[in-house]
């Protein structure tokens, strides 16, 4: 009888990365939607959408824990520029 489990299960370490990754993803998408100007809210997604796609094939768990501090630092940064720019 065959396992129910697909192969390229993951651990439970591996489990709580990608939830944080998935996080940080719609957060910036919800937070790109402030975003004023159209074209530079299209190309802010697309560069996060490349971001991520570009960057998904690591599984080294520090490389992905140091990608999302710099994701989230960025965030930060972005939030704060459209803080500024609605003042």
């Known amino acids: 009888m065959s396992s129910k489990l697909p192969k390229t299960t993951l651990s439970l ?44 094939h690591h599984t080294d768990e520090s490389a992905i824990k140091s990608m999302l501090y710099y994701g989230r630092k960025s965030l930060t940064g972005l939030k704060k520029s459209l803080a500024l720019s609605k003042s």
């Open 13 to 56: 370490k591996q489990f709580l990365l990608r939830q944080e990754v998935l996080k940080l993803y719609r957060e910036i998408f919800r937070t790109l939607r402030q975003v004023q100007d159209e074209s530079t809210r299209l190309e802010l997604k697309d560069w996060a959408r490349k971001d991520f796609r570009n960057n998904k």
